[in-house]
């Protein structure tokens, strides 16, 4: 027997979390809902990742929500700044009452008999709970906040330094004067590179192979001007709809024509850089622009430590750690005082918790996706995962509308349980995604799968979501609305 019982649980106080519950509120005031948070602060990633420069790689008008205007002065803005926003957003719409902190879900069966989730939640001060909900809604992100991703390295208890992952930054860590190296180069590596080189005596970027580095200025000039003649929330409205559309014609440039976006995000960066910088070793990626996700540096801020003779790149492989620093394949060996893993992610997909469906346990890579939300088979159930090619809060916000739709349907029509109904042997399945991400790859075999075909197939494109969960039929002849 259940200890509670609401209408929607929401499992996560981060991003998405924090948006779908003032989503909640507001289109679907007879819904009783609470907020499960297993760490003990909202933010999700914002209040965990806590190293020198951590900054947002999208800007703020698209990662920002739709329903409350950005008004910071950088429009590509810091990890602090990030926070500082989602907590304000969460006082002002009274959601801060609803979060239970230190909760984590273990496990959620679905009873047809019922019609709810029963859901077992451990508590850090106190006794299990058990839980029923009508409606389940996870906003847990994609990535194992526990650790991150570390590969074995040969010799590394010989080295004299200290080793840490970004993930969880000590905050005793004096790097004042040292010699850095940061391994990788990814979005972590390229933020931390001139952070770190602002008091380190030299930060090194090693890398087995380049990313797609591109310079983007912090501000946005046109959201500035109109935020002092129209106001905050006209500025950020038309800034929101200008960065999502450029976002997407230079994502559809990159598949359409791959070439010549490779030869012009280059061609910036020998502008960066000079003419004699060896940009086809260190900047040239083996992957066409947008297989992976590109690297944004505001205001050029890693060409300028690499300028200035603060920060270098290495381009080889690890051979082994040494007492005094790394070993290459090449026979070079770097000298280090602090060695940062900036190696990447481990992913969490949502088969990695205990679900079950009337007795029946779900395997992550079993499941099919609808709409990017919902899985076939899987009633009541939306897992929110933003998009890879843009803002994650773009598609996030219109999941919670589409979820707010869903319940107000429901409640009008009666029924107590919505699920997507699949065929497998109607069409052919395909990976969850095609981006060739060392984390997407790592966990591909864990991940749900889609379809070949609407609405089964999982869609990077804003403006076709907005149609299919705005606007779109609910009743589409796969979802089946029961009694």
């Known amino acids: 027997m259940a200890d509670e019982t609401v209408d929607v649980l929401i499992v996560g106080a981060g991003l998405s ?26 933010g999700g990633t914002w209040d965990l990742f806590r190293y020198p420069g951590v900054r947002s790689d999208s800007d703020m008008y698209t990662l920002g929500y739709s329903f409350r205007p950005w008004t910071g002065d950088k429009a590509i803005a810091e990890g602090p700044a990030i926070l500082q926003y989602l907590r304000d957003t969460a006082r002002e719409h009274g959601i801060e009452d609803r979060i239970r902190f230190g909760h984590r879900l273990r496990r959620a069966a679905w009873s047809s008999a019922e019609a709810a989730w029963i859901v077992d939640i451990e508590r850090d001060a106190a006794e299990p709970l058990r839980l029923r909900c009508a409606f389940l809604l996870m906003c847990i992100g994609y990535y194992d906040d526990a650790e991150g991703y570390t590969p074995a390295f040969e010799g590394r208890e010989r080295f004299a330094g200290r080793i840490v992952h970004p993930q969880h930054w000590p905050a005793d860590i004096d790097y004042a004067g040292r010699r850095v190296v940061v391994i990788g180069s990814g979005a972590t590596a390229v933020t931390l590179v001139p952070a770190l080189a602002d008091r ?30 129209a106001g905050p929330g006209p500025a950020h409205a038309v800034a929101r709809w200008k960065n999502l559309l450029m976002a997407m014609l230079v994502f559809r440039l990159c598949r359409r024509r791959p070439q010549q976006a490779r030869e012009l995000m280059l061609k910036l960066v020998r502008r960066q850089l000079g003419p004699h910088y060896d940009v086809d ?12 996700r590109l690297c944004l540096v505001p205001d050029g801020d890693l060409f ?17 750690f040494t007492e005094h620093g790394l070993l290459l394949a090449s026979g070079a060996e770097l000298e280090a005082d602090l060695v940062v893993t900036a190696t990447g992610l481990k992913l969490r997909p949502l088969g990695a918790l205990e679900f079950s469906v009337d007795g029946r346990p779900l395997a992550g890579s079993e499941l099919v996706s609808y709409k990017g939300l919902m899985f076939g088979g899987v009633p009541n159930l ?14 996030a916000d219109l999941a919670s509308v589409f979820v707010c739709r869903l319940l107000r349907h429901m409640r009008r029509t009666g029924a107590r349980e919505c699920r997507p109904r699949l065929d497998p042997s109607a069409m052919p399945l395909a990976p969850w995604t095609d981006f060739s991400s060392g984390y997407f790859q790592r966990a591909m075999d864990q991940l749900p799968r889609q379809g070949a075909k609407r609405p089964w197939k999982l869609n990077q494109d804003y403006l076709s979501d907005l149609m299919s969960l705005r606007f779109a039929a609910l009743d589409d002849g796969v979802m089946r609305f029961s009694h």
Request: hydrophobic content about 40%; glycine content about 4%.
């Open 382 to 395: 939306v897992s929110i995962f933003g998009y890879t090619n843009a803002s994650w809060t773009l598609k």
């Open 281 to 292: 070793r260190h900047f040239t990626p083996r992957y066409d622009p947008w297989e992976q």
């Open 200 to 229: 380190a005596a030299h930060v090194t970027m090693l890398q087995r192979s380049p990313s797609y580095v591109l310079s983007r200025p912090s501000a946005d000039p046109v959201a500035r001007w109109l935020q002092r003649v």
């Open 304 to 320: 300028k430590a690499i300028r200035a003779g603060r920060a270098s790149i290495v381009t080889d492989r690890i051979e082994r």
């Open 17 to 42: 979390g924090i948006g779908a519950a003032c989503h909640l509120q507001k289109r679907c005031p007879d819904r009783s809902f609470v907020i499960i948070e297993a760490r003990q602060a909202l």
